[in-house]
């Protein structure tokens, strides 16, 4: 265990990914769990109320005060089981690493959701409770509006694709192999979900039909 991290590591895992993770595990992997938990169980809390269109239901204070509330323990428990499936997919591929060094390379793999994050706050300013009316990403947009959405969809889009790349390299490196048997980890885990899922829709079809 080192005694302090020698670099900043929200701005060094965007250009440093493996020696920044490999840094911080040393340092103590569950460094900032909470902080991470949060920051990307916002934005998921937030886009679950917006497909559940609970605004025909809640109040926008409400919607925003069960999001923060919520925040960390959803994004907790959904970066724990992440790592979790990775962690039993890994061992398929001889990977050497711990729960909790996965964890943490997961973690911090999530950094770019502070973009996320801050475009929820943009549009919550911009279009407050019409965010979760029913049939919003319908509604007509125009001006600064239409300029403002497209443009934060952009970035996180981006952000989205550099977070991913950053997880491909932070979870090589706390596994010990390259990226490319990094993605085969992440891959395994999207065929074992969707084998999981044919085999419950198997399951339900059949006892629907008996």
């Known amino acids: 265990m080192e005694n302090k991290l020698n670099t900043n590591p929200w701005l060094s895992i965007w250009t440093k990914p493996r020696q920044t993770i490999q840094e911080i595990v040393n340092f103590n992997p569950r460094f900032r ?5 949060f920051v990307y169980g916002f934005p998921l809390v937030l886009s679950g109320a917006q497909r559940m269109s609970v605004g025909e239901s809640w109040s926008l204070s409400f919607v925003i005060i069960m999001s ?6 959803i994004g907790a428990i959904a970066l724990s089981f992440y790592s979790l499936l ?7 591929l001889k990977g050497g690493a711990t729960y909790y060094q996965i964890r943490s390379a997961v973690s911090w793999s999530n950094v770019p959701t502070l973009f996320n994050c801050a475009m929820w706050v ?3 300013a ?14 007509p947009l125009a001006g600064a509006e239409a300029f403002v959405f497209m443009g934060l969809m952009l970035i996180t889009l981006v952000t989205s694709v550099w977070g991913f790349i ?16 990094a993605l ?14 044919y085999i419950i829709n198997l399951l339900t079809t059949f006892f629907y039909v008996s």
């Open 184 to 197: 085969l980890n992440v891959v395994f885990i999207f065929l074992i979900l969707i084998g999981v899922s």
């Open 33 to 37: 769990f909470v902080t991470l938990s």
């Open 122 to 124: 943009i549009f919550l």
């Open 166 to 181: 950053i997880l491909l390299l932070t979870l090589g490196q706390v596994q010990g192999y390259s990226a490319w048997m």
């Open 68 to 73: 923060l509330v919520l925040a960390i323990p």
């Open 126 to 139: 911009m279009f407050g409770g019409r965010l979760f009316q029913a049939g919003f990403p319908e509604f």
């Open 86 to 92: 990775l962690l039993w997919t890994g061992k398929l």
